[in-house]
T-cell receptor, first 112, second 113 residues
Framework: EAQVTQNPRYLITVTGKKLTVTCSQN?????MSWYRQDPGLGLRQIYY???????DKGDVPEGYKVSRKEKRNFPLILESPSPNQTSLYFC???????????FGSGTQLSVL | QQQVKQSPQSLIVQKGGISIINCAYE??????FPWYQQFPGKGPALLIA?????SEKKEGRFTISFNKSAKQFSLHIMDSQPGDSATYFC????????????FGTGTRLTIIP
């Protein structure tokens, strides 16, 4: 089954404690992206990757890092989380820029 | 700066009625306009999409109407059903740079019996 898998689904942490949210896709897609979803703000792009070893900032990259060492994996790293990073996070991938984005099921992060 | 403005924020429609969600944009570099549907606890999923060379696209009960001169597009759900209750996001693809999708703020649709 074609899918984007994110882990964990839920995460509660404290300010400053480094964390990683994993994302993996099994569709051999070149393009992958991270979004955060906040009430009243919709989905905003954090980082994206056009291919292995190629990453770039989206609209709200501050406080986040990503890496793309393999085509299927695109982890999101918060090195020093802060409460304003409490949000619902989605990883997504696509084959072509006119094709649909496949989204993962989301990671609900709470930073205390 | 919200590049895609979506309204209303929430919408309640009676079963069998027509649900209409509107979006407006300013960026003339947008060249692809999808709508995504999101159920609670799930990621968004593509519902229907349109390119600006047509004014309307219909798939079953779902129709996108596109007005290029007004820079507006809308989603119409005919014969709305309780199973359509979800959050809907319009989006627009930028044909410059990273070709990213810019999303609207979302509309929470509730269909009541």
């Amino acid at each position: 089954e074609a899918q984007v898998t994110q882990n964990p689904r839920y995460l509660i942490t404290v300010t400053g404690k480094k964390l990683t949210v994993t994302c993996s896709q099994n569709m051999n897609h070149e393009y992958m992206s991270w979004y955060r979803q906040d009430p009243g703000l919709g989905l905003r792009q954090i980082y994206y990757s056009m291919n292995v070893e190629v990453t770039d900032k989206g609209d709200v990259p501050e406080g986040y890092k990503v890496s793309r060492k393999e085509k299927r994996n695109f982890p999101l790293i918060l090195e020093s989380p802060s409460p304003n990073q409490t949000s619902l996070y989605f990883c997504a991938s696509r084959e072509d820029s006119y094709e649909k984005l496949f989204f993962g099921s989301g990671t609900q992060l709470s930073v205390l | 700066q919200q590049q895609v403005k979506q309204s209303p924020q929430s919408l309640i429609v009676q079963k069998g009625g027509i649900s209409i969600i509107n979006c407006a944009y300013e960026n003339t570099a947008f060249d692809y306009f999808p709508w995504y549907q999101q159920f609670p606890g799930k990621g968004p999923a593509l519902l229907i999409a349109i390119r600006p060379d047509v004014s309307e696209k219909k798939e079953g009960r779902f129709t996108i109407s596109f007005n290029k001169s007004a820079k507006q597009f809308s989603l119409h759900i005919m014969d709305s059903q309780p199973g359509d209750s979800a959050t809907y996001f319009c989006a627009a693809r930028d044909n410059f740079g990273n070709e990213k999708l810019t999303f609207g703020t979302g509309t929470r649709l509730t269909i009541i019996p």
